[in-house]
Nanobody, 127 residues
Framework: VQLQASGGGLVQAGGSLRLSCAGS????????VGWFRQVSGKEREFVAA????????SYADSAKGRFTISRDTAKNTAYLQMNSLKPEDTAIYFC?????????????????????WGQGTLVTVSS
């Protein structure tokens, strides 16, 4: 599966952005999606994940209550709606696909569980 992340940009603290992750090469119902972010010099950090059918979601503590992950299976696209953004949310955001564990009920929160990655989109939150 090929993934294309988009929607990043520069926003003031308290603002909102919606990231998109467009998939191709594999049906949307055949992979789970995770969003991760990375700051230069630090490890890639889990943000949110959603099951292939959209039936279940998982969030990092830093994202709970501010971010919402969703997906449109017809469009083969996943989204990350980010509200109340903070300067510490500044990072490159990546979407990823887990194709091996789609029949399990849980969602993985570590990068090694994901098989395919998009190219990343930069989010910058100014104070």
């Amino acid at each position: 599966v090929q993934l294309q992340a988009s929607g990043g940009g520069l926003v003031q603290a308290g603002g909102s952005l919606r990231l998109s992750c467009a998939g191709s090469g594999r049906s949307s119902t055949r992979y789970d999606v995770g969003w991760f972010r990375q700051v230069s010099g630090k490890e890639r950090e889990f943000v949110a994940a959603i099951k292939r059918t959209g039936s279940s979601t998982s969030y990092a503590d830093s994202a709970k209550g501010r971010f919402t992950i969703s997906r449109d299976t017809a469009k083969n696209t996943a989204y990350l709606q980010m509200n109340s953004l903070k300067p510490e949310d500044t990072a490159i955001y990546f979407c990823a696909a887990d194709v091996r564990r789609i029949l399990s009920d849980d969602l993985r929160q570590y990068p090694g569980a994901y098989d395919y990655w998009g190219q990343g989109t930069l989010v910058t939150v100014s104070s």
